[in-house]
């Protein structure tokens, strides 16, 4: 069977789905992967074929796109315009038996429509559909956004339809910029971690993680133990001297800390209970470490509740105030809306409260890598 996978270009969107292109690859099947050079080594250590996007999605800052929902819908909606017209013809050639495209990638979706193709949807978070927005509470902290830009949000839906209207193309739905439905949509949550599931079509299937093999895929490093780990990303690099004073703390001065950052500061150097480096294997440390800061992205939530970890998220996009959400109503972790001094200090106190072996039970009960594998087989076996 021939696969082509048009993926979204970013760390926490492409790791989970290496480990069922494998398992697709080692099956028989013949994959080949859109992406950008920084993740063609790992393409093609899978034995897929690895093709480049053009300059548009080398261009494409997906931390500013995904800073908040209107940012998202405005980029997202150009973007995925101009690229149904550049790889309709392409893949219109290519004939594959299955078209699988990231949740965010709504051209796919339309060229699988317009190409009559089987396609399967990938999503690396919870699912979303209008009843997930509308009761859940998940995404209470986007209305205000959606107020503010409520005229300019009209005119890119405006745009957008007339654009598949002259395409013969299937109407605007604005639940597509967070989950393109397919044939078969398999969101990488398990089911007992996803709000409203039963609201679902059944083509959406919530399959868990493939955390399991990605443990296996990206072990990288040995690593003694820590009492915190803290990623946070953009969060720290904006907040650096409020990340002094957290760390300057007398509970904190006590603890043995590694820090994931782009840059480290001559103070964070003098630091003899700190140990700073740019990067490091999450696999590996996660379960090395009492306590885990980051930004509520689904990659580090998710592993941080696969070795029961206890955790504190600080999100600074919209797709990362969900997972923490979800995290804090499992009492996995504590989620706070925006980073400061006094109430993350504050947070260190409530630890005791939380109770991450529930949510460790469930991520490791359910194998997304073996379910996503047996319902893309069910998929294309249909006649």
Request: proline share 4%; glycine share 6%.
């Given at each position: ?231 946070m990303g953009t969060v720290f690099s904006n907040n650096v001297n409020g990340m002094r004073e957290f760390l300057e703390l007398p509970e904190m001065r006590e603890k043995k800390i590694m820090i994931s950052a782009s840059e480290t500061p001559d103070w964070m150097k003098a630091m003899t209970n700190v140990r ?108």
């Open positions: 069977m021939k696969i082509v996978f048009f993926m979204t270009p970013a760390y926490g969107h492409v790791l989970p789905v290496l480990p069922i292109i494998r398992e697709l690859i080692n099956k028989g099947n013949e994959v080949t992967c859109y992406n950008t050079p920084a993740f063609r080594e790992r393409i093609e250590n899978l034995g897929a074929h690895y093709r480049e996007y053009g300059e548009e999605f080398q261009k494409l800052k997906l931390d500013e796109v995904t800073s908040n929902l209107y940012v998202l819908m405005d980029t997202l909606i150009t973007f995925n315009e101009q690229l149904y017209d550049i790889y309709l013809e392409e893949i219109s050639g290519e004939k594959p038996d299955l078209l699988m495209y990231d949740s965010m990638l709504s051209f796919a979706k339309n060229i699988a429509y317009k190409l009559k193709l089987k396609s399967v949807c990938m999503v690396a978070t919870i699912g979303f559909n209008l009843p997930v927005c509308m009761f859940s509470n998940i995404s209470t902290s986007s209305v205000p956004l959606v107020m503010k830009n409520a005229g300019n949000m009209r005119r890119l839906i405006k745009q957008d339809k007339a654009y598949r209207k002259e395409r013969g193309l299937k109407g605007f739905k604005l639940i597509d910029l967070f989950m393109n439905t397919a044939d078969l949509t398999l969101v990488m949550t398990p089911e007992k971690l996803q709000p409203l599931a039963w609201t679902f079509p059944k083509s959406v299937h919530f399959v868990g993680t493939t955390i399991k093999e990605q443990i296996e895929m990206y072990h990288g490093a040995e690593y003694d133990d820590y009492d915190c780990y803290i990623s700073a480096e740019k990067w490091v294997y999450n696999v590996d440390l996660i379960p090395k470490c009492k306590l885990f800061i980051n930004v509520g992205g689904a990659g580090s939530v998710y592993t941080a509740m696969y070795y029961g970890v206890k955790q504190i998220s600080i999100p600074a996009q919209e797709e990362e105030r969900y997972n923490a959400k979800i995290m804090k109503r499992h009492k996995a972790g504590i989620y706070l809306k925006k980073y400061d001094t006094q109430k993350l200090a504050g947070a260190l106190q409530k630890l005791d409260g939380l109770k991450p072996d529930i949510c460790r039970q469930i991520v490791r009960s359910a194998d997304g890598t073996a379910t996503s594998v047996k319902l893309i087989e069910e998929l294309t076996s249909e006649k």
